[in-house]
């Protein structure tokens, strides 16, 4: 036999076979394929369409922009896009905690295999879970005001005051997910060259030094990584904690796009205005991705 | 050195206490699900007087919380198989086999990964509508394999490259078809990874609320999630039946994760790092 590679090897010995051989790959593939376009492409397609054409009395008619000039009056969906502003301002904090604590356990804190797997668990629980344990610990009555009150904090309404419902969310949010982001960083810390770590510490390095002058360097790609999927989870997996923990109150104050979406398909029966609210929040994710790609890029300059 | 040394030290204390933050919750909801209404109201805190299992056989039995539970397992097992045969067919042609727009093909699976289920929920819904899918078992399987399907044909695709072309060669050589090599070399060579995606899929469908609250309407098909989302307003007044409810859901999850927390990471892990 010829030497043969991974790209040739198949087709050349198939040309000469039979048909049912050469069509074997496109079998394999063809139910995620089929799968995909029916499920999900098409879906995309036709969620943009629907974003255009009215809903209720003017079901199905081509009605153009008007779905998104009310969406951007609707004080709730202005709201949520607070919301959205809000996530981003607190993004470096859900990046820092788990960074932070990755960085701990990659230099060996005492008792670090311990810690690495207690705070991922909750990580595997769902939302649903998360938000129903939660609305216990944050009622006025549970475990969390009386600790405030131990230290002489009075009480607070976590859930029921507009000012606070959505940072408490989110913080229920950044407790149940940071073990996701650690696992990221531990897993670009085994990448990280344990010679630098040694150099810098014959050198004397202080931990702080050690953690801004070669730790934080050397893991750009990660760092990046995390602050784009943590934001991404931000935007798309807090359904859960939002629809058990606060159904979108007190005053809708604490409405993101996925909840203004679920509520107008769901108990308003407004589809077409729900997808005008998908495509902007497919629109928000884009541009997140595409700052990914140009963060990518940039850090891959500096290699 | 000193100095890092003692630097980290201290640093058990807060990594302590986060420690016990993370642990906290569960265990108060497990000791609240122990206990009486009137011990409740008596004393949050105080430890449940005995092992009592009175109020997790109410919510499994007179709340339906068994019904969902039969439901989820159902709906997850199907998911999850589904995606494991598919990712793993399409995995082993888009890494293995040259064939015309394969290239496209992954490219599209990746991008696909990019399609949140938000953006597209509306129009499926519409879509499983129409095709009579609504509130049937193979339309919410169906849902779910749509859903994780780009990862795990991403995951499983990464994983058969690193599988040398020599072996498929030395097989096509022996005698066997393509489906041959599929089902005899690369199922089995691919274990790992499939035992892996497969734990990760098995925590997304069965943790999933959105999907299955938008696409099984009625009662009777309610998965263990969904059935957690509608405790809260009925059993406000009762919070030990709440907590017991809140407690079988998760308890399966805790199981996996006792045993098979390293598998669950290194997925995790490989998702980010060939990402």
Redesign the interface.
Request: hydrophobic share 55%.
């Given at each position: 036999m010829p030497p043969t590679s991974r790209d040739r090897a198949v087709p050349r010995r198939v040309a000469g076979g039979r048909r049912a051989e050469m069509l074997a790959p496109f079998v394999l593939v063809a139910p995620a394929v089929l799968i995909l376009v029916l499920l999900r492409l098409y879906p995309l397609l036709l969620g943009v369409n629907f974003s255009f054409t009215g809903d209720g009395d003017r079901d199905g008619a081509m009605v153009g922009f008007d779905n998104y000039v009310d969406l951007l009056q609707d004080p709730l969906f202005q709201g949520a896009l607070r919301n959205v502003g809000l996530l981003v301002l607190l993004l470096p904090v859900a990046v820092a905690i788990p960074g932070l604590l990755a960085t701990f356990i990659y230099l060996r804190v005492p008792g670090h295999r311990f810690y690495r797997s207690v705070y991922f668990f909750p990580a595997v629980l769902s939302p649903v879970i998360v938000g129903a344990i939660f609305n216990l610990l944050l009622s006025f009555d549970g475990p969390v005001n009386s600790i405030l009150g131990a230290v002489g904090i009075g009480p607070v309404d976590w859930l029921g005051d507009p000012d606070v419902a959505m940072f408490a969310v989110v913080g229920v949010h950044v407790w149940a997910t940071f073990g996701m982001a650690l696992v990221v960083f531990l897993a670009g810390f085994a990448t990280l060259d344990s010679a630098l770590l040694d150099a810098a510490r014959v050198d004397g390095a202080s931990l702080t030094q050690v953690i801004w002058h070669v730790i934080i360097p050397s893991l750009s790609r990660t760092i990046q990584f995390v602050f784009v999927t943590t934001m991404i989870g931000m935007l798309t997996s807090m359904f859960g904690l939002l629809y058990v923990m606060t159904s979108g109150g007190p005053e809708g104050s604490t409405y993101l796009p996925e909840y203004y979406i679920w509520i107008q398909q769901g108990q308003m029966n407004r589809p077409a205005l729900a997808s005008a609210a998908s495509t902007v929040l497919f629109v928000i994710m884009l541009v997140v991705g595409l700052l990914q790609l140009k963060l990518l890029r940039r850090a891959g300059r500096e290699d | 050195?000193s100095?890092?040394r003692l630097?980290?030290?201290l640093?058990?204390i807060p990594?302590?206490l986060?420690?016990l933050?993370?642990?906290?919750?569960?265990l108060?909801?497990a000791n609240?699900a122990m206990k009486t209404r009137r011990e409740y109201i008596l004393d949050?805190?105080s430890l449940a007087d005995s092992l009592r299992f009175e109020n997790i056989t109410t919510a499994w039995t007179s709340v339906g919380m068994g019904r969902y539970a039969v439901n989820s397992v159902l709906v997850v097992a199907c998911s999850v198989f589904l995606l494991l045969?598919?990712?793993s067919?399409?995995g082993?042609?888009?890494s293995?086999?040259?064939?015309r727009g394969?290239n496209a093909?992954f490219i599209?699976?990746l991008a696909?990964l990019?399609?949140?289920?938000?953006?597209?929920?509306?129009?499926?819904?519409?879509?499983m509508a129409d095709s009579g899918l609504v509130d049937t078992y193979p339309g919410l399987i169906?849902?779910y394999?749509?859903q994780f399907?780009?990862f795990t044909?991403f995951l499983m695709t990464s994983y058969y490259k690193t599988i040398?072309?020599?072996i498929?060669?030395a097989a096509?050589?022996d005698g066997n078809?393509?489906?041959g090599v599929?089902r005899r070399i690369m199922l089995p060579l691919g274990a790992p990874a499939l035992l892996s995606v497969g734990i990760l899929n098995t925590?997304f469908c069965?943790?999933?609320?959105?999907i299955s609250?938008?696409l099984m309407p009625s009662a009777d098909h309610r998965t263990l999630?969904v059935g957690?989302?509608s405790?809260?307003g009925q059993y406000s007044e009762d919070?030990p039946t709440?907590?017991s409810g809140?407690l079988i859901?998760?308890i399966p999850?805790?199981a996996?994760?006792l045993f098979l927390?390293r598998q669950?990471?290194d997925g995790?892990?490989a998702g980010?790092?060939k990402?």
């Amino acid at each position: 036999m010829p030497p043969t590679s991974r790209d040739r090897a198949v087709p050349r010995r198939v040309a000469g076979g039979r048909r049912a051989e050469m069509l074997a790959p496109f079998v394999l593939v063809a139910p995620a394929v089929l799968i995909l376009v029916l499920l999900r492409l098409y879906p995309l397609l036709l969620g943009v369409n629907f974003s255009f054409t009215g809903d209720g009395d003017r079901d199905g008619a081509m009605v153009g922009f008007d779905n998104y000039v009310d969406l951007l009056q609707d004080p709730l969906f202005q709201g949520a896009l607070r919301n959205v502003g809000l996530l981003v301002l607190l993004l470096p904090v859900a990046v820092a905690i788990p960074g932070l604590l990755a960085t701990f356990i990659y230099l060996r804190v005492p008792g670090h295999r311990f810690y690495r797997s207690v705070y991922f668990f909750p990580a595997v629980l769902s939302p649903v879970i998360v938000g129903a344990i939660f609305n216990l610990l944050l009622s006025f009555d549970g475990p969390v005001n009386s600790i405030l009150g131990a230290v002489g904090i009075g009480p607070v309404d976590w859930l029921g005051d507009p000012d606070v419902a959505m940072f408490a969310v989110v913080g229920v949010h950044v407790w149940a997910t940071f073990g996701m982001a650690l696992v990221v960083f531990l897993a670009g810390f085994a990448t990280l060259d344990s010679a630098l770590l040694d150099a810098a510490r014959v050198d004397g390095a202080s931990l702080t030094q050690v953690i801004w002058h070669v730790i934080i360097p050397s893991l750009s790609r990660t760092i990046q990584f995390v602050f784009v999927t943590t934001m991404i989870g931000m935007l798309t997996s807090m359904f859960g904690l939002l629809y058990v923990m606060t159904s979108g109150g007190p005053e809708g104050s604490t409405y993101l796009p996925e909840y203004y979406i679920w509520i107008q398909q769901g108990q308003m029966n407004r589809p077409a205005l729900a997808s005008a609210a998908s495509t902007v929040l497919f629109v928000i994710m884009l541009v997140v991705g595409l700052l990914q790609l140009k963060l990518l890029r940039r850090a891959g300059r500096e290699d | 050195m000193s100095r890092v040394r003692l630097g980290r030290w201290l640093l058990v204390i807060p990594m302590g206490l986060l420690a016990l933050a993370t642990i906290y919750p569960l265990l108060f909801t497990a000791n609240v699900a122990m206990k009486t209404r009137r011990e409740y109201i008596l004393d949050r805190f105080s430890l449940a007087d005995s092992l009592r299992f009175e109020n997790i056989t109410t919510a499994w039995t007179s709340v339906g919380m068994g019904r969902y539970a039969v439901n989820s397992v159902l709906v997850v097992a199907c998911s999850v198989f589904l995606l494991l045969l598919f990712g793993s067919m399409a995995g082993f042609a888009l890494s293995q086999l040259r064939f015309r727009g394969s290239n496209a093909l992954f490219i599209g699976c990746l991008a696909a990964l990019f399609i949140p289920f938000q953006v597209i929920m509306v129009p499926l819904a519409r879509v499983m509508a129409d095709s009579g899918l609504v509130d049937t078992y193979p339309g919410l399987i169906l849902a779910y394999v749509a859903q994780f399907l780009p990862f795990t044909v991403f995951l499983m695709t990464s994983y058969y490259k690193t599988i040398p072309a020599e072996i498929v060669d030395a097989a096509r050589i022996d005698g066997n078809t393509v489906y041959g090599v599929y089902r005899r070399i690369m199922l089995p060579l691919g274990a790992p990874a499939l035992l892996s995606v497969g734990i990760l899929n098995t925590l997304f469908c069965w943790n999933d609320v959105l999907i299955s609250l938008l696409l099984m309407p009625s009662a009777d098909h309610r998965t263990l999630m969904v059935g957690v989302t509608s405790l809260r307003g009925q059993y406000s007044e009762d919070i030990p039946t709440f907590a017991s409810g809140v407690l079988i859901a998760a308890i399966p999850v805790l199981a996996v994760y006792l045993f098979l927390q390293r598998q669950i990471a290194d997925g995790v892990a490989a998702g980010s790092t060939k990402g």
